[in-house]
């Protein structure tokens, strides 16, 4: 079955270390990927996806994902991280269909 | 433009009362999905309109749940008779295509 994962529930980081989030798929073939980030209070705000072409993506805020096939992975990552960043990232992935699948979610906590 | 709003932020019921929950998407957009979130678990599709017909509803768990979009604008998701596990939050999107899903903030559903 189709599926997402991501290993960590929570991460803890310190204000201006680098970051990287773990997301792991499961599908049949390269599915479309993409990295949701929930604020409290807010909706889910696109960071990035990808559907196909170069393997590393750009995002919003400063966040960059790379897609690599051999390990079904689309690892999320900032290079110094920003304690407006503290929010609950999710990773999610789709196939020819509409539907999102998305994974379990990853709370980040920065400390000052 | 505006975003995808949702009706309301949040609702509190009691089991076996009914609730209908708003979505009005991003004008122009004529896809439209409803998502949920239970306690603790991922993110999980419901259903997906194309203009006001519903393309998959594959993932709407019950009949107790009638998800309609009359005239391909807003949509409304009614829970009745709502039970205690039908309680999180209700995440409703929509597209212009196949590309990118934009989410609204979620309506936070409280069944005691």
């Known amino acids: 079955a189709q599926s997402v994962t991501q290993p960590d529930i929570h991460i803890t980081v310190s204000e201006g270390a680098s970051l990287e989030l773990r997301c792991n798929y499961s599908?049949?073939?390269?599915?479309?990927l993409f990295w949701y980030v929930q604020s409290p209070g807010q909706g889910l705000q696109l960071l990035l996806k990808?559907?196909?072409?170069?393997?590393l993506v750009q995002g919003i805020k400063g966040f960059e994902a790379e897609f690599k096939r051999s390990q079904s992975s689309f690892n999320l990552r900032k290079p110094s991280v920003h304690w407006s960043d503290a929010a609950e990232y999710f990773c999610a992935a789709r196939d020819s269909s509409y539907k999102l699948i998305f994974g379990s979610g990853t709370r980040l906590l920065v400390r000052p | 433009e505006a975003g995808v709003t949702q009706f309301p932020s949040h609702s509190v019921i009691e089991k076996g009362q009914t609730v209908t929950l708003r979505c009005d998407p991003i004008s122009g957009h004529d896809n439209l999905y409803w998502y949920r979130r239970v306690m603790g678990k991922e993110i999980k599709f419901l259903l997906h309109f194309v203009k006001e017909s519903k393309q998959d509803e594959s993932g709407m768990p019950n009949n107790r749940f009638l998800a309609e979009r009359t005239g391909g604008t807003y949509s409304t998701l009614k829970v009745q008779p709502a039970e205690l596990e039908d309680s999180g939050v209700y995440f409703c999107?929509?597209?212009?295509?196949?590309?990118?899903?934009?989410f609204g903030p979620g309506t936070r559903l409280t069944v005691l």
């Open positions: 599908y049949g073939a390269t599915p479309y």
């Open positions: 990808y559907f196909s072409g170069d393997t």
């Open positions: 999107a929509s597209s212009p295509t196949a590309d990118t899903q934009y």
